[in-house]
């Protein structure tokens, strides 16, 4: 049975909020982005072209922190086209701190000899030009790449993305608690980060903080999210934000 949607879900029109971007971008690559457009609301996820797409920052303050890598991930419903994947290193304008590091493993020398955003800007968004993006925790991509281009171009992005974070928060925030939660008014303690999410599902183990893996972590787990909780009908604007 499909999911129903959250009481209050408001859906964006972003076929609408696209064109309006595109009149008011003055950058020729982001107006190109946002004259590309987007499917319409109620057309099946089966038929919608998706990117998955993952960043490694130099923190987790978009306002300061830096991206120094993309992964992107070409996909639709059915199937994942990693040959046309793509990774970049990137030299951040932010240091890059130690704690970071041993994150995601990306050294100060990768990203001395790495280019910046800029020179990648437009072969990034010919990639998502068209399609809707997938993520985990959109308030990394969406702010990162945001903030990211108002510092580079003086103009910020929007995009539509399904969330498969949020897609879990749906379903795990219904969920009741056992008897001690209850007695105690405590919400369930379940993690919606990605890979215990890939777990519920049965999906393998990838190592984590690559970015490029991790965007194909996040595509599996929308296919499995569909295939277990929506179905391949199941119009876009259930999904996206």
């Keep these: 049975m499909e999911e129903e949607l959250p009481a209050g879900h408001r859906s964006p029109d972003w076929p609408t ?7 008011q971008a ?23 072209p998706l ?11 978009a306002s300061r922190d830096e991206i120094v890598s993309i992964g992107l991930v070409c996909m639709t419903l059915d199937r994942i ?17 130690d704690e970071s590091v041993v994150i995601h493993g990306i050294t100060h020398s990768e990203v001395e000899s790495a280019p910046d955003l800029t020179r990648i800007r437009e072969q990034l968004l010919e ?5 809707v993006v997938v993520v985990h925790h959109k308030g990394i991509e969406r702010r990162f790449l945001d903030a990211a281009l108002k510092r580079r171009i003086g103009e910020g992005i929007e995009f539509p993305c399904i969330d498969t974070m949020e897609l879990e928060a749906r379903l795990h925030r ?6 001690l939660d ?13 890979p215990e999410s890939r777990e519920r599902y049965h999906l ?5 903080h690559n970015a490029l893996t991790d965007a194909l972590s996040c595509a599996e787990l929308l296919q499995a999210q569909v295939a277990h909780r929506f179905s391949p009908d199941t119009p876009v604007s259930t999904l996206w934000s």
Excluded: C
């Design 174 to 179: 219904r969920k009741p608690g056992g008897l």
């Design 51 to 61: 990117v998955a797409m993952d960043f490694e920052t130099t923190g987790i303050d």
């Design 182 to 194: 209850k007695l105690f008014g405590q919400k369930p303690r379940v993690s919606i980060r990605l």
């Design 204 to 208: 393998p183990h990838y190592p984590a």
């Design 17 to 23: 909020r696209l064109a309006q971007l595109a009149e």
């Design 26 to 48: 003055r950058n020729p690559s982001l107006k190109a982005f946002y004259q590309a457009g987007v499917v319409a609301a109620g057309t099946p996820i089966s038929e919608v």
């Design 81 to 97: 086209r990693m040959s046309e994947s793509r990774h970049w290193i990137l030299k951040p304008r932010a240091d890059l701190r």
């Design 127 to 131: 990639t998502l030009a068209g399609r």
